[in-house]
Every structure is written in structure tokens, then in C-alpha cells.
């Protein structure tokens, strides 16, 4: 028996978590851990990069159910996964990327039975499925092999001629920090938005409300202001570009 961790953008005023959590509960004795019901509707990209954080710090068996999926009912497929011995469930729209990006990593397209309503495979599909592999089962009971390409939402970075690698801000969390898809040495410096900004070591390192570039807890460069919000100070939103220099 397994914990199975919930991660959505239902809210938890409506009571949709509260169906699934009920599906769970019902096929047997779970552990259920609330990650995060309180991301932006429909945003994959920010469950993505939320899900990478936390994936493989639980331990091996844990189920990770994950339901941001705005394409419910069309045609995106539903997903059972394993990977570095864990398990997550959800849909093929991206938001599995940290786990399928891995070596070894397994996938299997769940059936959608006839019951299931076309708005809400979490308690239908995701949540019953989940349930089944904290009680023991193998993906491979779940469904058939996923064939097709899965869908990967993972921005690389890109290096210049010039040596410098282009990057772009991929989340901006509730801080204001802009998380990019740059990974960087200490001693090296950061361009965004006309400033030139050497990577700090941490948020103390620099004096309060001046804007400052570090390395992350995820191993990302991130751009911050000292006790404010770099997006709102600078500008940054999704996609804004950054360029690393190692010097």
C-alpha cells in the first residue's frame, strides 16, 4: 500500500477534489497527501514545473495523481506511468514531462470506459487508476502500451555563437521570482531586461529591493528582487529571455 499524492487546479471550494479523494478512500485504505489544488486553471506548464519539484522526493511506490487537463474528453490520451520507481497518473498534455523525461520511464494509455464523464476523468479514470497501483498494481495491468509520440512540454535552452546560452523564464512563482530553463556554475552572469546581473548566492547576498540572479532549490537560475517581485520590478512573464554568460 502506497501514498498517492493529488496535485490539480480544481480549488477545493467546488468539492471535485473531494470526489476523488472519495474514489480513493473507497477502493481501500490510501494515504492521500495534498500536494498544491490551488494552481492556475488550465495551466500545465506551472504543474509541470510544480510536479518536477516534488516527484522523486517521496519515496518508491508513491503515486503521483496529477489532473491540470484542460483537453479532458477530446483527444489526449490518459496516462499510467513508472518511472525511477514511482508511479503518476494523468494526462498526455505535458504535465507528466519531468518523469517521462527519464531513462527507463514506462508509459500505458488507460481505457475510458462508457461511464466515465467526458468533464471529469479525474474521479473516473485518473483517480481509480491511481488508486489500483497504491493497492499493488502494475502498470502494465492498466492499459496498453503507449505507442505514439507523448507529448513533452520541456523549453531547451540554446547556445549562441558567441558562447552565451538563451534561455527563457518558464514560471514566475508566487514570490515574483522568474524560474528559467537555465542551469549555471556559480561565477557566471545574467542579462534580462537591460540589467547585467552577476549569480548571487543567495537572496541575502544583495541589498534590499535590488534585483539579483541566483541559483535555485530546483538547480535553476532564477531572477529575484530582495524583498520584492522581480516580475513585477522588471517586467518578466512566461517566456521572457535571459542569457547566461559564464565568466
Request: aromatic letters at 4%; charged letters at 20%; glycine letters at 12%.
Amino acid at each position: 500500500m502506497s501514498i498517492v499524492t493529488l496535485l490539480t487546479d480544481f480549488g477545493t471550494a467546488d468539492g471535485y477534489v473531494g470526489e476523488m479523494k472519495g474514489v480513493l478512500a473507497t477502493a481501500g485504505a490510501v494515504e492521500q497527501v495534498d500536494i498544491a489544488h490551488d494552481l492556475l486553471p488550465h495551466d500545465i506548464d506551472g504543474a509541470r514545473l510544480a510536479l518536477a519539484r516534488y516527484w522523486r522526493r517521496f519515496p518508491p511506490g508513491t503515486v503521483h495523481l496529477v489532473v491540470i487537463d484542460p483537453g479532458v474528453g477530446g483527444s489526449r490520451a490518459a496516462l499510467a506511468v513508472e518511472s525511477e520507481g514511482r508511479f503518476l497518473v494523468g494526462p498526455d498534455n505535458g504535465v507528466l514531462s519531468p518523469a517521462l523525461l527519464h531513462a527507463g520511464a514506462r508509459a500505458v494509455v488507460l481505457p475510458i470506459g462508457a461511464s466515465a464523464s467526458p468533464t471529469f476523468h479525474g474521479r473516473d479514470v485518473f483517480a481509480p487508476a491511481a488508486a489500483q497501483l497504491a493497492l499493488g498494481a502494475t502498470v502494465d495491468s492498466l492499459g496498453s502500451p503507449h505507442l505514439a509520440p507523448i507529448v513533452r512540454r520541456t523549453p531547451e535552452a540554446e547556445r549562441r555563437g558567441d558562447g552565451a546560452v538563451r534561455g527563457v523564464v518558464i514560471t514566475i512563482d508566487r514570490f515574483g521570482n522568474a524560474v528559467t530553463n537555465l542551469m549555471a556554475r556559480r561565477g557566471g552572469t545574467i542579462e534580462v531586461a537591460g540589467l547585467r546581473l552577476p549569480l548571487r548566492r543567495t537572496y541575502g547576498d544583495a541589498d534590499p529591493e535590488a534585483p539579483l540572479a541566483l541559483i535555485g532549490s530546483s538547480g535553476l537560475v532564477e531572477i529575484a528582487v530582495r524583498d520584492g517581485s522581480a516580475a513585477a520590478r522588471l517586467g518578466l512573464r512566461r517566456g521572457s529571455e535571459v542569457v547566461l554568460r559564464n565568466e
